[in-house]
């Protein structure tokens, strides 16, 4: 049996306490957060400089023994500075979180390389992996694009490679670029279904990401190769958001409906 941790999109709506519960009555053994806004007046979570909600969250962890996986997002542009995202690093290591989503939006490949070096020694003492995710839309664009940042910055004993089916079935990243990421440096991936294809336009691609994705077994993804060639120890984050289909039944109907779908694609139901 896989372990499974309740992504943030999934569960939108609901505060990160919440979060925590919701996990725990599915059986859900992690919860994602999202902290800090993934583009600048996005939604997030607020917990840092939160007092109440932190001993919240705190409190219901320990009560549920639900961990918090990985936080989200740091995205690494042209002017980035490490120093700007303390207050991630610091809630994080106290959760416990293990892992960090980094998004590249620098298209100079030598300098994001060397801020992302930058930003794995920042993270270090906090406990911290600093996970790159591929995405069709960003300077990072599929699997082999994030291994050679990786590599340029020296691949870091805290660099991490984050897979997101929907990213692969939308790049032209292959299965055998998959098997070919060093295990060292896949911490979990995020499960999802959407249709598949090269010919989306990036409005369609950023859309879909945010608020249209499909149950595993809906669209054309080949989730079932993907999580077949990954290892099978992985953690897998459950990332799917359809804010159509989840707002009118609340986030904790539609949390169990992508925990169940999940299970059936990968063989745990």
Same mark, same amino acid.
């Given at each position: 049996?896989?372990?499974?941790?309740?992504?943030?999109?999934?569960? #939108?709506?609901?505060?990160?306490?919440?979060?925590?519960?919701? =996990?725990?009555?599915?059986?859900?053994?992690?919860?994602?957060?999202?902290?800090?806004?993934? =583009?600048?007046?996005?939604?997030?979570?607020?917990?840092?400089?939160?007092?109440?909600?932190?001993?919240?969250?705190? !409190?219901?962890?320990?009560?549920?023994?639900?961990?918090?996986?990985?936080?989200?997002?740091?995205?690494?542009?042209?002017?980035?500075?490490?120093?700007?995202?303390?207050?991630?690093?610091?809630?994080?290591?106290?959760?416990?979180?293990?892992?960090? $989503?980094?998004?590249?939006?620098?298209? @100079?490949?030598?300098? /994001?390389?060397?801020?992302?070096?930058?930003?794995?020694?920042?993270?270090?003492?906090?406990? /911290?992996?600093?996970?790159?995710?591929?995405?069709? *839309?960003?300077?990072?664009?599929?699997?082999?694009?994030?291994?050679?940042?990786?590599?340029?910055?020296?691949?870091?004993?805290? !660099?991490?490679?984050?897979?997101?089916?929907?990213?692969?079935?939308?790049?032209?990243?292959? $299965?055998?670029?998959?098997?070919?990421?060093?295990?060292?440096?896949?911490?979990?991936?995020?499960?999802?279904?959407?249709?598949?294809?090269? #010919?989306?336009?990036?409005?369609?691609?950023?859309? !879909? !990401?945010?608020?249209?994705?499909?149950?595993?077994?809906?669209?054309?993804?080949?989730?079932?190769? $993907?999580?077949?060639?990954?290892?099978? @120890?992985?953690?897998?984050?459950?990332?799917?958001? #359809?804010?159509?289909?989840?707002?009118?039944?609340?986030?904790?109907? *539609?949390?169990?409906?992508?925990?169940?779908?999940?299970?059936?694609?990968?063989?745990?139901?």
């Amino acid at each position: 049996m896989r372990t499974y941790s309740l992504a943030y999109l999934t569960v #939108n709506a609901s505060s990160v306490p919440d979060a925590v519960s919701i =996990a725990a009555q599915l059986g859900y053994a992690f919860v994602g957060l999202r902290v800090q806004p993934n =583009a600048p007046g996005a939604p997030y979570q607020p917990l840092i400089g939160e007092g109440a909600i932190l001993r919240e969250t705190q !409190a219901r962890m320990r009560d549920t023994g639900v961990g918090v996986y990985d936080l989200e997002i740091i995205r690494i542009g042209e002017q980035f500075r490490t120093q700007d995202h303390l207050p991630l690093m610091e809630v994080g290591q106290t959760l416990g979180a293990r892992a960090v $989503l980094i998004a590249a939006d620098d298209p @100079d490949e030598s300098r /994001l390389a060397e801020h992302y070096a930058q930003l794995c020694e920042f993270m270090q003492p906090f406990g /911290l992996t600093a996970d790159l995710e591929f995405m069709p *839309w960003t300077a990072v664009k599929d699997a082999k694009a994030a291994l050679r940042v990786i590599e340029r910055a020296g691949r870091p004993v805290n !660099a991490g490679l984050l897979v997101d089916a929907l990213h692969f079935g939308r790049s032209t990243t292959t $299965l055998a670029d998959i098997a070919a990421i060093p295990r060292e440096l896949l911490h979990y991936a995020q499960i999802c279904d959407a249709p598949a294809g090269l #010919n989306f336009t990036t409005e369609e691609l950023i859309h !879909a !990401a945010r608020q249209e994705r499909l149950l595993p077994g809906e669209g054309s993804i080949d989730v079932t190769g $993907l999580f077949e060639t990954l290892p099978q @120890d992985l953690p897998v984050s459950v990332e799917i958001v #359809n804010l159509a289909r989840s707002q009118p039944i609340g986030d904790l109907a *539609w949390a169990r409906l992508a925990l169940d779908a999940s299970k059936r694609a990968l063989g745990d139901a």
